[in-house]
């Protein structure tokens, strides 16, 4: 098993510019998640999926979009790339509603995006 | 004030001390959990707890619900160990707030 895989790795943007990362996990899980991680400040929800067709804002959502395509796949979209979200991205997924009763969250290696 | 706070910032200890990381949250939660992000950037869980007491080798993580105090352990230290350690509070839904993490270098 993959886990959670995201792609690209890095990226540099242009201000204006358009991209979409990608995220993909092959666990079966229902909850999907993005987060931004800024250097002295904790991991922040950018938008939140708990089941396919489903997505729901975060902390932090202005700027971006988001697409859960299927239950495998949760896609984040910068129409507009701005100076202000150069970050790392991360992805995760959970099996939320859990049945186990423990319910861990499963990250993405994380993509850095700089935004020129 | 964030809800969640973690102490210290910064760590660093001798191959084989005994370290504690604290965290204190203002929020009611319905777990608490712990993680660690390696030098490289990739996160994975340690722990996750409501009650009591969790061990896993030689880390421990204990919560008190009434102080709204949690505290990561680890025994024996090991410069793999170095790392960020990061709490996180659980609410109703599965949405988890972070703390900014502790870097924690241990030293041979």
């Known amino acids: 098993n993959a886990g959670v895989t995201q792609t690209p790795k890095f990226q540099v943007l242009k201000t204006g510019q358009s991209m979409t990362l990608q995220c993909a996990q092959d666990m079966n899980h229902n909850s999907m998640y993005w987060y931004r991680q800024d250097p002295g400040m904790g991991l922040r929800l950018i938008y939140y999926s708990a089941s396919e067709g489903t997505t729901d804002k975060g902390e932090v959502p202005n700027g971006y979009n988001v697409s859960r395509l299927n239950k495998r796949e949760f896609s984040l979209r910068l129409e507009s790339a701005a100076p202000s979200q150069t970050s790392v991205y991360f992805c995760?997924?959970?099996?939320?509603?859990?049945?186990?009763?423990?319910?861990?969250?499963?990250f993405g290696p994380g993509t850095r995006l700089t935004v020129l | 004030k964030n809800e969640v706070e973690q102490s210290p910032q910064n760590l660093t200890a001798q191959e084989g001390e005994f370290i504690t990381i604290n965290c204190s949250y203002s929020?009611?939660?319905?777990?608490l959990h712990w993680l660690q992000q390696h030098p490289g950037g990739g996160i994975v869980s340690l722990f996750m707890?409501?009650?009591g007491k969790k061990k896993h080798g030689r880390l421990i993580a204990t919560i008190n619900i009434q102080e709204k105090h949690s505290s990561l352990h680890i025994t024996a230290s090991h410069p793999r160990d170095s790392a960020v350690y990061i709490c996180?509070?659980?609410?109703?839904?599965?949405?988890?707030?972070f703390g900014t993490g502790t870097r924690l270098q241990v030293f041979p």
């Open positions: 995760a997924s959970s099996e939320y509603p859990e049945t186990s009763g423990y319910n861990e969250q499963f």
């Open positions: 707890l409501s009650s």
């Open positions: 996180a509070a659980r609410g109703a839904v599965d949405k988890l707030i």
């Open positions: 929020v009611g939660i319905s777990a």
